[in-house]
């Protein structure tokens, strides 16, 4: 990995080891709800509360370690609340009522929400500009990984030995991922060093400072908007699917799997990309292959169209994410934990509000207009988003700035 020292390159694989596990929580309940809606006796909308907690947990405390991150140095932070996921995993596990499983995944997600984004932080302050964008998606593969793993497992294991097997198995994974970091650390402490003093007030001018940036407003409003309809959508995706093509729990989430596929692809072919298509191009890409692929997944009547338009979303995703990822690590420089956490705030708070509207629609329609809608919705912000770099980089060339750090 260009651009990167051997100690780096360790540190980049232990997060993503611990944003496999933390992706993997995030959506291993997706191709379970059927089961849970068995098991606990309440509607799909009902259960799917748990996924719409986790993600307001992560969201809202975004604003604590941001500044914890800041403080206290990125890595460190990332260690300890990686290894109190594993008590919100392992009461969820042993959860015997909806309401107990909802007070665990909320406080998965609460502990859960400092690993990727603290993690971009770390990337953005130990990795020069120009490796930057292929760094952070090798890193985030394993965030892919998850996301796979977690909507396979979830489907199988609730298929095979039951939902519960899953809370077990990711309170090992988080217990192991926590582990090794803290352990590196407890070897290496300059990997994490401690920053200056970070008060609340401290905390609040930075945020101030931040939102007085207009392209940073921009990023966060895209980033909340792309919550809304990828993540809000893809929830339902498996459910979807169950329902209309009458497959199992374990297809299901097997097919729903290739939308994290379609990211390791991207993972792997982001210098060609990057290079080719550019910031532009990947964003209006991105967009076209979400709207097409949601589309897909709306009207597939078979289960080979539903699969290929997972890939096709996936990719997509991808593709537009990282490079809103990559504008939002400029955010604010100096201040990258605060940065990076109010950007994955906005992304999964803006999650919380599609899986509601998505209850909703559930009630008045059905899935098939939920991810038709979210769809169009991906392209229009694709191609607006596009139009959005094409002008920032119009504004550049005419006042050129210093290369960013």
């Given at each position: ?216 407003r921009r990023i966060l409003a895209l980033v909340f908007l792309e919550g809304i309809a990828a993540f809000g959508a893809l929830a339902f995706v498996a459910s979807h699917l169950y329902a209309r093509l009458e497959v199992s729990l374990t297809q299901a989430g097997l097919m729903v799997a ?148």
């Amino acid at each position: 990995m260009s651009g990167t020292s051997p100690p780096s390159r360790l540190v980049i694989l232990l997060l993503a080891l611990a944003g496999f596990a933390s992706m993997a929580s995030m959506r291993v309940t997706d191709a379970m709800l059927p089961a849970l809606s068995y098991a606990f006796e309440r509607p799909v909308a009902d259960v799917a509360q748990n996924i719409t907690l986790f993600a307001i947990a992560y969201g809202v405390m975004q604003l604590a370690y941001g500044p914890l991150g800041d403080r206290h140095g990125t890595l460190r932070v990332i260690g300890l609340a990686t290894v109190a996921c594993a008590v919100g995993a392992l009461g969820s596990a042993l959860s015997g009522s909806l309401s107990l499983l909802l007070v665990f995944r909320t406080l998965t997600g609460a502990t859960a929400a400092a690993i990727i984004p603290l993690s971009m932080a770390w990337v953005g302050d130990n990795v020069p500009y120009e490796s930057r964008q292929v760094t952070l998606a090798h890193m985030l593969s394993g965030a892919v990984m998850g996301l796979i793993t977690g909507q396979v497992a979830g489907g199988f294991l609730a298929d095979t030995l039951g939902w519960q097997a899953a809370f077990f198995l990711l309170t090992l994974l988080f217990l192991l991922a926590g582990g090794l970091l803290l352990a590196m650390l407890h070897r290496r402490p300059s990997l994490s060093p401690s920053k200056a003093e970070q008060g609340g007030v401290a905390f609040v001018a930075r945020l101030g400072e931040i939102l007085r940036i207009a392209r940073a407003r921009r990023i966060l409003a895209l980033v909340f908007l792309e919550g809304i309809a990828a993540f809000g959508a893809l929830a339902f995706v498996a459910s979807h699917l169950y329902a209309r093509l009458e497959v199992s729990l374990t297809q299901a989430g097997l097919m729903v799997a290739l939308f994290g596929v379609g990211g390791l692809i991207f993972a792997a072919l982001a210098r060609p990309l990057v290079r080719r298509l550019g910031e532009p191009g990947l964003a209006a890409g991105g967009g076209l292959l979400m709207g097409a692929g949601f589309i897909g997944l709306a009207l597939a009547p078979q289960p080979l169209l539903a699969a290929a338009s997972a890939f096709s979303t996936g990719l997509g995703f991808y593709m537009m994410h990282s490079t809103l990822q990559i504008n939002a690590t400029q955010m604010a420089p100096t201040a990258r934990g605060t940065g990076m956490a109010v950007f994955a705030g906005c992304l999964f708070l803006g999650q919380s509000v599609g899986v509601s509207l998505g209850g909703i629609v559930l009630r008045l329609a059905n899935s098939q207009w939920l991810l038709a809608a979210a769809g169009v919705w991906l392209l229009l912000l694709g191609l607006a988003f596009a139009w959005l770099l094409r002008q920032w980089r119009q504004a550049e060339r005419e006042s050129p700035l210093p290369s960013p750090p």
